[in-house]
């Protein structure tokens, strides 16, 4: 059984760039769920994904978006990037929406300079 | 929205003491997840515990949904259990988006 994935692990940008984050969810599950976790803090949840469409979102603005694809890996898209943005980015994928165990990827951990 | 509040959130121990972590949280839940962060940021699914009690090896959590409290019992320490451990629950009004404690920070030494 392969577990979630996640690209890169570390990746350096400048505020006012783009970027995006990859992830490979475990074998089966149908649902991703991307997290924000500033240094010292509990992962911030950002928006989850099920069967393509997003369903839920958290208190992120617009210019972080996101898709997944039908083999249920996802994208995460940061546009103008800030200095705030600088974090680890955790995907998380479940069998079913809400109602089973989060596996979480090891992480990207996004510097914004 | 829902509240978590975990404690302690610092815990220092020598190898082979026992450990208990709490997690309190604000209104009712149907589901509740026990996470360990370790050093390198990997985050670890530990239980998946809406109630009762589950164990394994030497980690334990219980749940009392009624009073919206559960337990981490960590029993003979080793020094590879440090790290952050996190519970998480259900936002209020959508169980998709799970909200997080500040996490307790744990640090066994040899």
């Known amino acids: 059984e392969t577990g979630v994935t996640q690209s890169p692990t570390h990746l350096i940008k400048t505020r006012g760039q783009q970027v995006t984050l990859r992830c490979s969810s475990q074998?089966?599950?149908?649902?991703v769920s991307w997290y924000q976790q500033a240094l010292g803090q509990g992962p911030q949840f950002i928006f989850q994904?099920?069967?393509?469409?997003?369903?839920g979102r958290g208190n992120f603005p617009p210019r972080f978006s996101g898709l997944q694809f039908p083999n249920y890996s996802s994208e995460l898209n940061v546009n103008a990037l800030e200095l705030d943005d600088s974090a680890l980015y955790l995907c998380?994928?479940?069998?079913?929406?809400?109602?089973?165990?989060?596996?979480f990827g090891n992480g990207t951990r996004l510097t914004v300079t | 929205g829902i509240q978590v509040e975990q404690s302690p959130p610092d815990l220092i121990l020598q190898e082979g003491a026992n450990s208990t972590l709490r997690c309190n949280f604000s209104d009712s839940v149907n589901n509740l997840q026990w996470f360990h962060q370790n050093p390198w940021g990997q985050l670890i699914n530990l239980f998946y515990i809406p109630s009762g009690t589950k164990q394994n090896g030497r980690l334990s959590a219980t749940t009392v949904a009624t009073e919206r409290y559960s337990l981490l019992y960590i029993s003979s320490s080793q020094t590879t259990d440090s790290g952050v451990y996190f519970c998480?629950?259900?936002?209020?009004?959508?169980?998709?988006?799970?909200?997080f404690g500040k996490g307790t920070k744990l640090t066994v030494n040899p």
């Open positions: 994904y099920y069967r393509e469409e997003e369903n």
């Open positions: 998380a994928s479940s069998l079913r929406q809400g109602s089973s165990p989060l596996h």
């Open positions: 074998s089966g599950h149908n649902t």
């Open positions: 998480a629950v259900p936002s209020q009004g959508g169980s998709e988006k799970l909200v």
